[in-house]
């Protein structure tokens, strides 16, 4: 069954530090991978996606990370600040013209 | 440029009435979806309308119906609202009629049923 697993659940960090947020997934044949980053009483909006041939990409202060062959992709927030609290969710693309698979997300809490 | 516009932002409704929420994209998108979120739960496909004229079940289509009206427009209506159904509903589109990973989300339409 291709399901898409996010750790941890929730996450408290200081102002400042650094988290990394994983996407484990078992989508097959796999696409890509979407971060999707969701504030308080909004609608998601993209971060990166990555496809099959990507490892590494950076957007400011977040990077993600893909290894296709252990299925895994991880989230780094690096200085994080206050704006960062929010959800944020992992949605893998497999064949062409099945659903997309989300994960239930990592919510994110810094505090000063 | 509004992006995905959806209507009303909060609604609250009692056990057996209905109502229709309303969703609008101005990017010229081919498909559209409705998604539930609840707590623990992540975003749950409802329906989705790959192109105008056509829409197909998701994941959790029980006690909901859709219209797409034109390109623009995909409605969800509740005919007869049940508890089950209190919930945070998203309206995406994506400008492939595909399942393709590049939604872009409206801000939320909250519906409590009491």
Redesign the interface.
């Known amino acids: 069954k291709n399901q898409v697993e996010q750790s941890p659940q929730s996450l408290i960090i200081l102002e400042g530090k650094n988290c990394t947020l994983q996407c484990n997934y078992t989508v097959s044949p796999f ?4 971060w999707y980053k969701q504030d308080t ?6 971060l990166t ?1 990555m496809t099959f041939s990507e490892n590494t990409k950076s957007n400011g202060r977040y990077t993600a990370t893909l290894d296709a062959d252990t299925k895994q992709s991880s989230l780094h927030i690096t200085a994080s600040q206050l704006s960062d609290s929010a959800s944020y ?1 992992c ?3 497999g064949q ?5 698979i ?4 990592t919510t994110l809490s810094v505090s000063s | 440029n509004a992006g995905v516009t959806q209507t009303p932002k909060f609604q609250v409704l009692k056990t057996g009435q209905s109502m229709t929420l309303q969703c609008a994209q101005d990017m010229n998108h081919n498909s559209m979806y409705w998604y539930r979120q609840d707590p623990g739960m992540g975003l749950r496909l409802i329906y989705y309308s790959a192109s105008e004229g056509t829409t197909d079940k998701g994941e959790v289509p029980n006690g909901y119906n859709v219209s797409r009206l034109n390109k623009r427009e995909f409605s969800l209506r509740l005919e007869s609202a049940a508890p089950s159904q209190t919930s945070v509903y998203f309206c995406a589109s994506n400008p492939q009629s595909s399942g393709a990973n590049v939604l872009t989300f409206g801000a939320g339409s909250r519906l409590t049923v009491l």
């Open positions: 696409s890509n991978l979407r009483g909004r609608g998601p909006v993209s996606i969710i949605v893998v693309s062409a013209g099945t659903a997309l989300f994960g239930k997300g």
